[in-house]
């Protein structure tokens, strides 16, 4: 297919807002794709070149971009600098810059999608710092024989930042409107914009089964070629595969023990919520491999959870689900999160963070075990078969610590023995529940204290990019000190703040606030003199080097801004050490 009819589908579905309208574009877009590009397509669609559980990355900085559009296209990497600084958008500077060259291409060739994608793949392959010039040589190779809007995309995708807004769900409807129109008759009304499926039960059907089958594979290119090739009945038959990541439960979350037990019933399984980072962790006969929550694989990173599993659990295939937490290795006290999270993007020095930064692997779950899937196994016997194969051994593996009750009383105590413990607190669990991936279903759900909130100033901010340019984000944050008068840094937030005036406090209310304390710009980075204060909602306050006050928080949010409060009357440094003392007994 010509890359010039996907640069026409993202050209159209980035122009709407309509969820509707982006799934009809993108359903009647996808009937139309010849079999053997499904695959990149659906992937191209979405921004990807890989899908997520593939580790290969693109590694492209805007910096190999611009010196991609200036061996391309002749113009200075100022001049593009400049145009950039002024659309905010690599992207669109591209297509601005390449409607503009003078130079007349010799050879430019029409762009197939094969070819586009078969660069990006290459540039993945191309590792290491001596690889710039040919890194550069293929995406200004596509460049060359693009369109202005073909320039667009293509930076965009090789920056892997897409922005057409083509969501999952939008996908997945799209699937199901392109291979199961024959049954289901989706009549969209493009006036209206709305749609009416002959047979909406039906229409559900075949949605669940799209994304049930999703849920497991991870990858819309592989759902897509099935749903096409082989119907319903090929989706119901997709399996777990040992070695391949599919996609974690998620729990919602509930006030207290009794809502909690209203939730998943009685009696019901309480487990320890352990504050690290969740691992997957697949066994089969090629070995043992961790992924992330975001199903990115780890292994190489934790050559310590792969010797905890090959010493300490039973079996030669399974699929476990398991939080890790770090433990000061001479103390043998539990660490926050923050200091083993570091482990999780090393490339060096593997083999040292390991035993610096050592972690204790909490097993809560098990998906599969000698190649017999136990998603569909109720909780209780899923956890027999953790406590069958998982020998404990503090430290190194061991099975969550969990109480099964149908006592409030009990649960409350083992409740707080928890957060003593220095731990999150509980998650309840449905004794029958199934394992549902991907999804929050209620068959568990988590228990823990409220957030708390500081009154905190702004100190510098960035200019944004893309749909944010002309506005201020990621905004610096401080507390004050009393005794030296200054205002000391807590790290960054921009996470609360709404694109739209209506929702709330707006990156444009933020930007017209700020705007006269402006004192500095380096870049996007501005320096701002404290003169707003904002209410900013947290999980947790962590010890952090990287900022003055000698603090960061974790999970930021913005609340409200506190018109009430002058800057030096925002929340004092003593209040921030007080909190992070409180914090759960540590
Ligand atoms: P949250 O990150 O607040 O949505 O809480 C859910 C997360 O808690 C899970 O994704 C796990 O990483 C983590 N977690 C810690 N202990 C457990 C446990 N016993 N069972 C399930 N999840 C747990």
Not at 30 to 56: A, C, H, M, N, W
Not at 137 to 163: H, K
Not at 254 to 265: K, L, P
Not at 423 to 451: H, Q, T, W
């Amino acid at each position: 297919m010509e890359y010039k009819k996907l640069v026409e589908l993202y050209q159209s579905i980035e122009a709407t807002t309509k969820r509707l309208e982006k799934t009809y574009l993108l359903s009647e877009f996808l009937k139309s794709i010849p079999i053997e590009d499904i695959t990149k397509i659906t992937l191209l669609i979405q921004g990807k070149v890989f899908p997520v559980f593939d580790d290969r990355k693109l590694g492209v900085a805007s910096r190999l971009v611009i010196k991609s559009l200036n061996k391309s296209m002749g113009i200075s990497a100022d001049r593009i600098e400049d145009e950039w600084k002024h659309t905010g958008d690599l992207g669109i500077t591209a297509e601005n810059l390449s409607k503009k060259k003078k130079q007349v291409t010799l050879f430019s060739q029409i762009l197939s999608v094969s070819k586009v994608h078969s660069n990006l793949v290459k540039l993945a392959s191309m590792i290491g710092s001596g690889t710039v010039s040919q890194k550069v040589g293929l995406i200004s190779e596509l460049l060359t024989s693009a369109s202005p809007l073909e320039a667009r995309y293509i930076v965009r995708t090789v920056l892997e930042d897409l922005r057409v807004g083509v969501g999952e769900s939008v996908l997945r409807d799209a699937i199901v409107w392109a291979f199961f129109d024959d049954s289901i008759h989706v009549n969209y009304d493009s006036e209206k914009k709305n749609i009416n499926p002959e047979n909406r039960e039906l229409y559900n059907a075949y949605v669940e089964a799209v994304q049930d089958a999703y849920n497991v594979v991870n990858d819309f290119a592989q759902v897509a070629t099935i749903a096409r090739l082989s119907g319903l009945k090929g989706l119901k038959s997709v399996h777990m595969e040992v070695g391949r990541p599919l996609k974690v439960m998620l729990y919602q979350k509930v006030q207290d023990i009794e809502e909690a037990f209203d939730r998943v019933g009685r009696p019901a399984a309480f487990e320890y919520k352990y504050d690290g980072f969740r691992v997957q962790i697949h066994k089969k006969s090629d070995g043992i491999f961790v992924f992330t929550r975001r199903l990115e694989e780890v292994t190489r990173q934790f050559p310590d959870v792969v010797d905890s599993i090959k010493k300490h659990v039973k079996g030669s295939s399974f699929v476990i689900d398991a939080e890790c937490v770090g433990y000061d290795p001479k103390t043998k006290k539990y660490l926050p999160f923050q200091n083993v999270s570091q482990r999780i993007r090393r490339k060096y020095d593997i083999e040292r963070m390991a035993r610096d930064f050592p972690v204790e692997v909490n097993v809560f779950d098990v998906l599969s075990y000698e190649g017999e899937s136990l998603i569909k196994s109720p909780f209780s016997e899923r956890r027999k078969v953790i406590e069958s194969m998982v020998s404990s051994v503090p430290f190194s593996i061991v099975p969550a610590k969990q109480l099964i009750t149908d006592n409030v009383v009990e649960a409350k105590k083992f409740y707080e023995e928890s957060l003593k413990a220095g731990e999150e607190g509980v998650m309840a669990k449905k004794l029958d529940g199934i394992y549902k991936p991907g999804s929050r279903v209620g068959y568990g759900v988590k228990v823990k204290p409220v957030m708390e909130s500081l009154d905190l100033a702004i100190i510098g901010a960035e200019w944004g990019e893309g749909k944010r340019s002309g506005w201020l984000t990621s905004f610096g944050l401080a507390c004050f000190d009393p005794e030296s008068g200054n205002f000391l840094s807590i790290g960054k937030v921009g996470t609360g703040v709404k694109e739209k005036v209506e929702l709330g406090v707006s990156f444009e209310q933020l930007t017209e606030l700020l705007r006269p304390s402006i004192i500095g710009e380096k870049g996007r980075a501005v320096t701002i003199k404290p003169s707003v204060v904002v209410e900013v909602n947290f999980e947790e306050i962590q010890k952090s080097p990287t900022y003055s006050s000698g603090y960061a928080l974790r999970f930021p949010r913005v609340g409200r801004i506190r018109d009430d409060r002058r800057p030096d009357e925002c929340s004092d440094i003593e209040l921030v050490k007080q909190l992070f003392s409180n914090q759960r007994g540590r």
